[in-house]
């Protein structure tokens, strides 16, 4: 079989009729980032004093921020350093509106920008008027952006009057109604104590400059991590001290919420880079106090099998192998497996890592974004992981590893063990890049998840999934009763084909990313969805029958 | 842990001159692999790949590069390298070897589910190397496996009392009694591990310069495990790492008092007194050496006695400093 290309210069040797075409790339994902007119570049503003900012990227969110029925995205970006030259290099933030079949660059028309280091923005709807606010999470604090997009064409900065005081390393942030109240409370992630000012040097002296590098986590010392009450007027209260969060010295990147105990709150789990991970149960009662309980030690999800921490980044869960409960899963640095902490049920984990066949392909790699989705529709939950390295002189010290990384799918055999996709997964899983952000939407609502990506320093990059549609689905649009309209929190739990599926709506997304809230179910040969239950997040449930498939079912929660 | 690092210093200086240095290969390779500052896997493969490509068929090239690759979790090749060495002439193989391939084997069975396989090799194990707490863990893992529990916890007990402070295995301990709802000896593990983790975790203070700290976490150690002589030793070694002679003098004596014994330890307490000026007392500590079983003892305690001397006569040059 000729290949496409010689195929086509061959049928074209008689003259007219003939126009140049670029052959149609195959493979599940495909890069349609050109094709979409998105135009994106993050920019780590390195200025040469080997900053640990800058090897962490930006973020990238996922909303409707015009509620015009169809999702945005929302680029976050580095600003520049000392000694960084910022001439023809644009450190805004960036907002594409998305207008069907080309993405417009909104940012200075709707304000949705700021000049600091914006590690990743949180768009969850803090006041309850039913759009989505902009959180971003900077070096030096966080900044609040309300959407007032229809009342006035722009977003407000309200940091101020917000009663968020976050300074310091601000690296993510995760919105739930911990005490159930109704509104979005508020949990800020924390990496280390930094000074740009009194830059380290780190790497090996001895060899000269040329091997100097980013220093690791270990020379600093952890930030505690804040958590924050909505008040229910667009406010919130520092509870920091009275909960206990900010006393473990954690060094967090990935916030994951879940309801771990499966009682029906939202617990969280805190992914720390080279310290042991936090699980905080809720123990809240419904409108009362907040309350949280540290247990990822007693729970078996702290640290890895041989009683070590890793260096955890991003994080995301799924129920792999159909039992019910939500395994979870974090990526890590080099020389360490990607773990997979697997529910045993009653709150207990046990590390899985290299028995899921997760563990031994990352060796290799450092992986931060990371999302769960039924690449193929088959029941089951697949594994999209970015990887990229944050070393930039590793190649020279290491030979073997690689400075930028390609990315790997995982698929899920069924049990709960996955293997590694190869080609025909796509052109794009074998480039290499400075992998971190990771989203997942449905972006031509198909019914399989898209994705967008924010590698450190590069351009981002939209995939397109086009894997053979063989398998139905089902999509739930969830509409909380005010002011969790996003619902947050909720549960759905569906059969279909003889299995039983569940999934959470998250208020945040893998490694610096906010993700489409709707959530999809691939059910392989079922004709129908047998039943499903959405349990809301004060406790409500609706239960729905015999549901036909292909297609997003809007389901609103009874006030 | 400092003679590794010197022997690695040795190995890389004799391999800079000549890169095809079999031997030093392979012991730069099996330093590489032990637990410890050095432990550098990628290295160690590097060094094992190289003795392979100058001679394919060396027993100990392919165990060292199989168990190498096991570490690096290359399942794979592990597996067939470890094969291939446990299936040559049973005069070419060390038991040393033949237990950690076993081993190795072993653990890889269970992760893929063949307990069978899996518990026979670890018992292969069992009959050559029963005294290391390495090979009850690995027998743990292999009943958790098969969940056994009872089985896996009586090796856990093994390994532990063959060895305190090895991790895993007071992890997994932890979560066993955690799980059975033994919640009193759960949080007595608890409070081991949370004082042995930043001992052992390279991410905490394990290579910081924070002498001090260690010192004291050694000493936290000490009162949970009462009876675990390397917490006494790290502590009075600690202690004179962080210049506090005084404290590492009291302390080694308290524990030889105790009834602890060990060259480290009745070491490092001669050279404390002797680096405070304590002539009396520095000699009268080296007695101690006799209830230690010292292999080439008279040689050693010449060599120890003579490093007494020395810090006795820089003492008062310090003690003016």
């Known amino acids: 079989m000729l290949r496409p290309a010689l195929a086509f210069a061959l049928a074209c040797a008689t003259p007219a009729g003939c126009t140049e075409r670029t052959p149609e790339p195959t493979g599940w994902f495909v890069d349609v980032t050109a094709r979409s007119g998105l135009s994106f570049r993050h920019e780590n503003g390195a200025g040469g004093e080997k900053q640990m900012p800058e090897i962490f990227g930006g973020g990238v969110a996922v909303l409707d921020y015009d509620g015009d029925g169809d999702l945005d995205l929302f680029f976050a970006q580095g600003a520049p350093f000392p000694g960084c030259s910022p001439q023809d290099r644009d450190f805004r933030d960036r907002l594409f509106r998305n207008d069907g079949d080309r993405f417009t660059d909104v940012t200075d028309a709707v304000g949705a920008s700021d000049a600091d280091f914006t590690f990743s923005a949180a768009a969850g709807d803090h006041d309850g008027d039913g759009d989505p606010d902009l959180l971003l999470c900077n070096f030096g604090g966080v900044r609040l952006l309300r959407n007032d997009v229809a009342e006035r064409g722009r977003f407000t900065d309200v940091t101020a009057e917000s009663g968020l005081r976050s300074r310091g390393w601000c690296q993510c942030a995760a919105y739930a109604d911990f005490d159930r109240d109704g509104d979005l409370d508020l949990y800020v992630g924390h990496y280390v104590v930094y000074d740009a000012k009194q830059s380290e040097w780190c790497g090996d002296r001895q060899r000269g400059d040329a091997y100097r590098t980013y220093c690791g986590p270990d020379v600093f010392s952890g930030e505690p991590d804040e958590l924050y009450r909505n008040d229910g007027n667009g406010r919130f209260t520092d509870v920091s001290g009275e909960i206990g969060v900010s006393a473990p010295l954690g060094k967090c990147l990935g916030l994951l919420i879940i309801d771990a105990d499966d009682d029906g709150d939202t617990d969280l789990f805190v992914s720390n880079d080279s310290t042991p991970n936090l699980l905080w149960r809720n123990d809240s009662l419904p409108g009362g106090p907040i309350r949280l309980t540290e247990v990822s030690m007693d729970a078996g999800c702290s640290v890895g099998k041989n009683g070590v921490a890793r260096a955890s980044m991003g994080v995301d869960a799924a129920d792999t192998n159909g039992d019910g409960d939500q395994e979870i899963f974090v990526t890590t640095f080099t020389m360490e497996p990607n773990t997979l902490f697997r529910s045993d049920g009653d709150g207990f984990y046990t590390d899985w890592s290299l028995e899921s066949g997760l563990g031994e392909p990352s060796r290799l790699w450092v992986g931060f974004g990371s999302r769960f989705l039924d690449i193929d529709r088959d029941g089951d939950e697949d594994l999209f992981v970015v990887n990229g390295h944050v070393t930039d002189t590793i190649e020279l010290t290491s030979p073997g590893i690689w400075y930028r990384q390609p990315s790997q799918i995982f698929l899920n055999r069924g049990d709960g063990r996955f293997t590694l996709a190869g080609p025909e997964a796509g052109a794009y899983l074998a480039e290499r890049h400075l992998g971190r952000a990771l989203a997942s939407w449905d972006s031509d609502d198909d019914g399989d998840l898209d994705l967008v990506i924010a590698n450190n320093g590069e351009p981002a990059v939209m995939l397109e999934n086009r894997t053979p549609a063989r398998s139905g689905w089902i999509g739930f649009d969830l509409r909380g009763a005010p002011p969790n309209g996003a619902a947050i929190g909720a549960r759905v739990t569906l059969r279909a084909g003889g299995r039983q599926q569940v999934r959470e709506v998250r208020g945040t997304c893998s490694y610096n990313a906010w993700c489409d809230l709707r959530l999809l179910f691939g059910v392989g040969t079922a004709a129908e969805v047998e039943w499903a239950e959405v349990r809301w997040p004060r406790g409500g449930r609706t239960r729905l029958e015999h549901l036909s498939l292909g297609r997003y079912v809007e389901v609103r929660e009874s006030p | ?321």
């Open chain 2, 1 to 321: 842990m400092g003679a590794i690092v010197a022997a690695l210093k040795q190995l890389d200086a004799a391999l800079a001159a000549d890169p095809a240095f079999v031997d030093a290969l392979l012991l730069a390779a099996k330093l590489r692999l032990a637990d410890g500052a050095e432990y550098a896997p990628m290295t160690a493969l590097r060094h094992a790949r190289r003795v392979r490509l100058l001679e394919p068929d060396l027993p100990a090239a392919i165990v060292t590069e199989g168990l190498a690759r096991f570490v690096l979790d290359d399942s794979v090749r592990a597996r067939g390298l470890l094969e291939r060495f446990l299936s040559l002439p049973p005069e070419n193989i060390n038991p040393s070897s033949r237990a950690a391939a076993e081993e190795a084997l072993g653990l890889l069975a269970a992760r893929r589910g063949d307990v069978d396989e899996a518990a026979q090799r670890m018992e292969r194990v069992l009959a050559i190397r029963p005294e290391r707490a390495q090979t009850h863990y690995g027998l743990a893992v292999v009943a958790d496996a098969r969940g056994d529990l009872v089985a896996k916890e009586r090796h856990l007990e093994a390994a532990l009392q063959r060895d305190a402070l090895l991790l895993p295995a007071r992890h997994e301990r932890f979560l066993l009694l955690m799980r059975a709802g033994r919640h009193e000896e759960a949080a007595r593990e608890k409070r081991i591990l949370e004082v042995l983790r930043p001992l052992r975790d390279d991410g905490g203070i394990m290579f910081s310069d924070d002498y001090a700290g260690r010192a004291r976490l050694w000493g936290d150690l000490a009162q949970l495990l009462p009876e675990n002589l390397t917490c006494r030793e790290m502590r009075v070694r600690e202690l004179a790492m962080a210049r506090d002679h005084g404290a590492a003098a009291d302390e080694g004596d308290a524990a030889l008092r105790a009834g602890f014994a060990s060259i480290q330890l009745v070491a490092e307490t001669a050279f404390a007194h002797a680096r405070l000026g304590r002539a009396e007392a520095a000699r009268a500590t080296m007695a101690h050496l006799a209830r230690c079983n010292v292999a080439n003892g008279q040689q050693l305690e010449a060599s120890l006695q003579r490093e007494v001397e020395r810090l006795l006569q820089l003492a008062p040059e310090r003690a003016k400093q």
